[in-house]
């Protein structure tokens, strides 16, 4: 549509030129003609709608609204086909196409932005115990002007109850919240080349999934677990203070007097429920990794050389791995995840740096 118009505005506009070039006479004379034609159609009909889409189109109208202009309006009856009313109805058409102010058609306050909304449904959705007064003044803080009465809006809206304590401490937060004061112990263990049995006692900071190898031995008596249970207090040392639980099960090689050594350090011991592993499911996940990413892989020798293969592994636990709670940081590093950035191939390259005879790999890049 508007192609046809405007290409009915240019062949009109070409035959102007036309026409003011003519003789006086001729011009007269197509004037009369046209004149007549108009009389011999306005008797045989009546009345011209000027919205019927079969007698004028698009351009034609606005044609003959614009020549309007150019004739004095006593004259319009027997130049046009049309009533003067209708030719006054095509110009103001034309007017309320030009002049239209849309940007007034939403009168009142301009819209919340989107990423403002998906703010405050995610500080809603973090924060419990937010109302929408506190949301608000959080969001005032971050540099966001908006009414409480616009949060609570948009808390309604949303299916969010714009009222604190929506719902209660999920388990996911409340160990989420404790994790960095437990540290959890469990026994693995590993078959020698021989057919022997040797036993492993681990122990996993749930905070920082930092594991630890207390000793391998092949009759792990209550004797050697208190040993092991001094041997790592110590190696804590300061870190023990941030501790409060031990979570570990009712194996009967733990007793009374390993848990003293670390009830000596205000740490409260926590057993799991009988054949119960779930109930110690961080321990349990470490002992998994370290089956398969370990001893499934190798054949064990004897107890020193279990020594020495799980030392060397938790080494690149602790110190390289990255985990998935932390943010795919290993338990030892202390720095914050840094930007990812796209390393370039022909710039740096890639250096492998092999573990247990190639079993692990460990990758840095290099200049």
Not at 133 to 145: K, M, N, T, Y
Not at 186 to 202: E, K, N
Not at 221 to 244: E, F, H, I, K, P
Not at 336 to 349: E, F, I, S, W
Request: glycine letters at 4%; proline letters at 6%; hydrophobic letters at 40%.
């Amino acid at each position: 549509m508007p192609l046809s118009i405007v290409t009915a505005l240019v062949r009109n506009l070409i035959r102007v030129p036309a026409a003011v070039l003519r003789s006086r006479v001729a011009k007269d004379a197509e004037v009369l003609a046209l004149r007549h034609e108009n009389a011999v159609l306005r008797r045989q009909i009546a009345r011209v709608r000027y919205e019927s889409a079969d007698r004028y189109e698009s351009a034609d109208r606005i044609w003959l609204a614009v020549l309007s202009r150019l004739v004095p309006r006593e004259r319009w009856r027997q130049v046009f086909a049309v009533t003067p009313t209708t030719l006054l109805a095509w110009h103001r058409r034309l007017v309320s196409r030009k002049w239209t102010f849309t940007e007034r058609r939403h009168p009142g306050r301009p819209p919340t932005a989107p990423t403002v909304k998906q703010l405050i449904l995610r500080l809603a959705r973090e924060n419990s115990t937010w109302g929408h007064r506190r949301i608000q003044g959080e969001l005032a803080r971050l540099g966001h002007s908006i009414a409480p009465s616009t949060v609570w809006e948009i808390l309604q809206s949303s299916g969010v109850d714009p009222a604190p304590h929506r719902s209660g401490l999920t388990w996911r937060q409340f160990l989420t919240t404790q994790a960095h004061g437990i540290i959890a112990a469990d026994f693995l263990h590993l078959d020698t080349v021989a057919l022997g049995r040797l036993y492993a006692l681990i122990f996993i900071e749930h905070g920082t999934r930092r594991l630890h190898l207390a000793g391998v031995t092949a009759h792990p008596t209550a004797q050697w677990t208190v040993q092991q249970a001094r041997n790592l207090s110590m190696t804590l040392g300061c870190r023990m203070d941030s501790l409060r639980f031990l979570l570990r099960d009712r194996d009967t090689k733990y007793t009374d007097a390993s848990d003293a050594v670390f009830q000596a350090d205000d740490v409260q011991i926590l057993l799991s429920p009988p054949q119960a592993p779930k109930a110690n499911a961080i321990c349990e996940r470490a002992v998994g990794t370290l089956r398969r990413e370990l001893l499934d892989r190798i054949l064990i020798y004897n107890e020193a050389h279990a020594q020495a293969v799980l030392a060397e592994y938790i080494r690149h636990y602790n110190q390289h791995r990255p985990h998935q709670s932390r943010r795919q940081l290993p338990p030892d590093s202390t720095k914050p995840p840094a930007p990812a950035t796209v390393t370039d191939l022909q710039a740096h390259r890639i250096r492998r740096q092999p573990l247990l005879g190639g079993l692990i790999n460990q990758y840095q890049r290099t200049a």
